[in-house]
């Protein structure tokens, strides 16, 4: 909270299956965490519930639903209406039960955040821009975002601009990372600014959508990981301008 303050950021993201359980704070202990946030100045962006396997994955499904269901909760008493997921690849259409599978989830927690205030934000896995679209779309019980983070996108061989502009009805939080793919093809997460993201054509485009949702800095390798968060706050600043 100190870093994120002193970098000038707006609001933090938390973990809620390793970070921060909902099963952490008492209604009291919720009231204090917002309290001590307020006092810096932040809020509680969103959060994010990292999965272990795919949300169509059929072994102990209802737990998994179940647990980010109290996720999407949490979220709404931490004054937050984001939450983000990795779901695993989108399933081929030649495995039905899959995809059958996971569109009756997607239902079920769309309709759920629509019912608790919060969206539920899927962050692709590699997936072109036109199947995730497609998956968006049809689901229809409530509302369901995508979390866009340009190093994904660069790292899945797909272009972030290109991408975020046949994305931009969907999009509901944007993870601030960047990329480089190397001469095999591979690519490796590097420090935002160094990487292949076009930052300010990005920002342009945000611009352009009305975007008015979060952008959250996430640095997951290197030395200084927090380090490079806080430098990244202060780069899409100073790229985005006044």
Avoid at 19 to 35: A, I, N, V, Y
Wanted: glycine residues 8%.
């Amino acid at each position: 909270m100190r870093l994120a303050s002193e970098t000038g950021a707006s609001g933090l993201q938390f973990d809620a299956r390793q970070q921060l359980k909902p099963t952490d704070l008492s209604e009291t202990g919720r009231r204090q965490l917002l309290h001590t946030l307020g006092e810096r100045e932040l809020t509680v962006a969103s959060l994010t519930f990292p999965l272990r396997k795919p949300l169509y994955d059929q072994e102990q499904l209802d737990l998994r639903i179940a647990a980010i269901k109290q996720a999407m909760q949490f979220a709404w008493d931490l004054k937050s209406r984001v939450l983000t997921c990795r779901i695993g690849r989108i399933p081929d259409a030649n495995d039905s039960r899959d995809v059958s599978r996971l569109h009756e989830v997607l239902s079920d927690l769309a309709a759920y955040g629509d019912r608790v205030g919060v969206t539920f934000s899927i962050m692709p896995a590699g997936d072109p821009p036109g199947e995730i679209s497609s998956l968006i779309h049809q689901i229809r019980t409530g509302r369901l975002g995508i979390d866009f983070d340009p190093a994904e996108r660069i790292m899945s061989r797909h272009n972030p601009l290109s991408s975020l502009r046949e994305l931009h009805e969907v999009v509901s939080h944007v993870t601030v990372r960047d990329a480089l793919r190397d001469a095999d093809g591979a690519g490796r997460e590097v420090i935002v600014g160094r990487g292949e993201s076009d930052w300010p054509a990005l920002l342009a485009a945000l611009d352009e959508m009305n975007f008015t949702g979060w952008m959250t800095v996430d640095r997951t390798t290197g030395s200084d990981p927090s380090g490079d968060a806080a430098r990244a706050v202060q780069y899409v600043k100073n790229v985005a301008g006044p």
